[in-house]
């Protein structure tokens, strides 16, 4: 049986690689380039031709055969293209899971089968298991520090036949340990961050090269404007859909100023806000976001509660239990609505408890999956922070993922 790794340059896929040879599999790596434009990047961070060469060495070592593939092209119109249309709409993307479906168990499946391969194994902490009626199911990695699962929420039956994951039933340190022994030249590499295939960036920077800049108004939201506006009823509908901040309308006033009494203007006071500063472009901004805001003055921390492309405002709010930061429901479009085995859909009219991941690494959360004819509806047990539009919700049953959906 013929396996292709997808060989990074990083330990996990070193140690997936390794492992394979050692059972016996018939094994090649094949390292992919799916990024050229480094305008952004963070100098130092993911530079793909030292992954490439960390990557060949590795495979030397291990004595399997090396390739090299560039899907850069794949990865801009199926990835790369998307991302940016999501942030020009007010939308944050989560790439890395575009880039599992659409590149490493798609474009880079059908480029190792082209060389012969029956399987493609990747360095994922995440498993897959094999149901009597020959359908799979994807399961959490037994490291619950590392498991990448949620990475993986988007694949379809025919991929996971088709992938191999050899570490997921290990833990980092074991890893690591392995990579050691083995003498893997990625044995100590830090773990990669960023943008799959691009790296860490400079995001407003890495933007800009698909994305105007166009100066326009931060503004704080004060408590008192949930206190005026309470949520009209508790429905599906209303729990689901982010607070609309239009109505904080700023007019300004004229007043004379100093000894010469000169002519200035002001904006009045507003019970429901301020506007504290200036931004580059609400679609370099997303919810939750604290860092590059560039306003200071305040006692606590404050975080991004909201934007609006069409008057181009950032919205904040000062705390971290702002109101403006929790939300109890969200919402995913029919057609969003992904399941891992079609025998686990849920029906029209069906209502189903799970555990629920609105982004990586956030740890499980308890909620109500209901479907209706409009949507798919889930409400949390607790409220949620940060629900942010164009990102992934992953539902599990136990260590199993079900399915997942991009959040409206």
Request: net charge negative; proline share 4%; charged share 25%.
């Amino acid at each position: 049986m013929k396996v292709c790794v997808g060989l990074s340059g990083g330990v996990d896929s070193s140690v997936a690689a390794l492992l394979l040879k050692q059972q016996g599999y018939d094994v090649f790596a094949m390292y992919m380039q799916n990024w050229h434009d480094i305008e952004g990047t963070l100098h130092g961070d993911c530079e793909w031709e030292e992954e490439k060469f960390v990557a060949e060495m590795v495979a030397r070592k291990i004595g399997i055969p090396f390739y090299f593939v560039d899907l850069s092209k794949q990865y801009m119109a199926r990835v790369a293209d998307y991302m940016f249309d999501e942030y020009s709409r007010g939308r944050t993307p989560n790439p890395d899971v575009l880039c599992n479906r659409e590149i490493k168990f798609d474009a880079f499946l059908q480029a190792a089968e082209k060389l012969g391969a029956d399987y493609v194994a990747t360095g994922h902490y995440c498993r897959k298991e094999e149901l009597p009626d020959g359908t799979f199911r994807l399961l959490a990695g037994a490291d619950g520090n590392k498991d990448q699962s949620y990475f993986l929420c988007q694949l379809s039956q025919e991929q996971l036949a088709k992938a191999m994951f050899p570490i997921g039933d290990l833990v980092k340190p074991e890893v690591r340990r392995l990579a050691r022994e083995a003498d893997l030249m990625s044995a100590e590499k830090k773990d990669s961050q960023g943008i799959c295939f691009v790296g860490k960036v400079d995001l407003p920077v890495f933007l800009q090269q698909k994305l105007k800049s166009v100066e326009g108004d931060i503004v704080e939201v004060y408590p008192k404007f949930y206190e005026d506006h309470p949520l009209a009823d508790d429905t599906l509908e209303t729990l689901s859909t982010p607070y609309d901040y239009s109505s904080i309308v700023f007019e300004s006033e004229t007043y004379r100023s100093g000894k010469k009494h000169i002519k200035k203007t002001r904006w009045k006071d507003n019970p429901y806000g301020k506007i504290i500063g200036r931004h580059e472009g609400a679609q370099f901004y997303t919810l939750g976001q604290r860092k590059g805001l560039g306003v200071g003055g305040h006692a606590e921390p404050v975080f991004v509660i909201g934007t609006d492309i069409a008057s181009n405002r950032v919205y904040v709010g000062e705390g971290e239990n702002h109101p403006g930061l929790f939300q109890k429901a969200l919402r995913i479009a029919p057609d969003e609505v992904k399941w891992i085995r079609p025998a686990d859909a849920m029906a029209v009219g069906e209502q189903r408890r799970l555990r629920v991941r609105i982004r990586y690494r956030q740890p499980l959360q308890d909620a109500a999956l209901i479907m209706r004819s409009d949507a798919l509806y889930i409400l949390f047990d607790e409220p949620q922070r940060s629900i942010t539009p164009g990102q992934f919700a992953a539902w599990y049953d136990g260590d199993a993922l079900l399915g997942s959906g991009v959040i409206a």
